[in-house]
């Protein structure tokens, strides 16, 4: 049997047990990825407005740190740029 489908951060991060202390830069990913993938078209506006650039920036390392874990959880067998 297969997992629902999710793309909450947050959900996900608990099911492969993500340590206690990157679970504060999951729950800050996790509304600007549901923004950024959902947008609200009925709002006109579009997700790139909805973030400023200091706030970019923050998600950009924040992200940042997440790989790094990824990276340190599975090896060899994670994607390297």
Excluded: C, K
């Excluded at 993500?18 to 709002?43: C, G, H």
């Excluded at 390392?61 to 959880?73: K, P, S």
């Amino acid at each position: 049997m297969l997992a629902p489908r999710t793309q909450d951060l947050e959900f996900l991060a608990t099911e492969v047990a993500v340590s206690e202390n990157l679970m504060p830069d999951i729950s800050l990913l996790n509304p600007a990825f549901d923004a950024t993938r959902y947008p609200n078209s009925s709002e006109g506006t579009a997700p790139v407005d909805l973030v400023s650039e200091a706030r970019a920036i923050q998600h950009l390392d924040t992200a940042r740190g997440v790989f790094q874990w990824l990276g340190q959880q599975l090896g060899d067998t994670f994607p390297r740029s």
